[in-house]
């Protein structure tokens, strides 16, 4: 009777352990999990229609001073080559939304897509565990490239990275320059 309590017991403790361990990351090659969950204009984020654009989905949080350095080079990245060719999905990493709407005021301007996943659901399902955390999609809706981290290295990648999966119109066009004050 002992014996079965015990096996009883180390099986369920197994079972949760399992059920526990973390999701693998999608990597090169591979369709990414859907986001699903709505902008800050109410919007869906459907990946699925807007294949034909480059995705750039990047994690990120407000304690992360690295998340805090990237997220404008994208924002500019975003204006620069436009969201006809271009979509940067920012997706907040398990905060309370007084501190995801803080670090947007703090960025009033920028052009990407925040996204608040207060309860890590669609981190969860790309198995982000550090941050920043980011996946570039092609245009044909696959992973294209992962980059984990924020350095000088990762910046000179992806700027490559992104120059090779941009249609080449989208590197034609031009930006608007702010208006002279006077």
Known sequence: MMRSLWLAALLAVTTCAHAAEPVKQPGIGETPPPIGLKDREGNTIDLAALQGKVVVVTFWASWC??????????????????????????????????????????????????????????????????????FIIGQDGVIAQTHRGYSEDVLQSFTQELLDLLPEEALQREVEKPAAQG
Do not use: W
Request: proline share 6%; charged share 30%.
């Open 65 to 134: 001073g690295p998340c805090r350095r990237e997220l404008p080079m994208l924002g500019r990245v975003q204006e620069i080559v436009g969201r006809e060719h271009l979509e940067v999905i920012a997706v907040n990493f398990k905060e309370p939304r007084r501190d995801f709407n803080a670090v947007i005021r703090a960025n009033k301007g920028l052009k990407v897509t925040y996204v608040h996943d207060e309860r890590g659901v669609v981190s969860d399902r790309y198995g982000v565990t550090a941050l920043p955390n980011m």
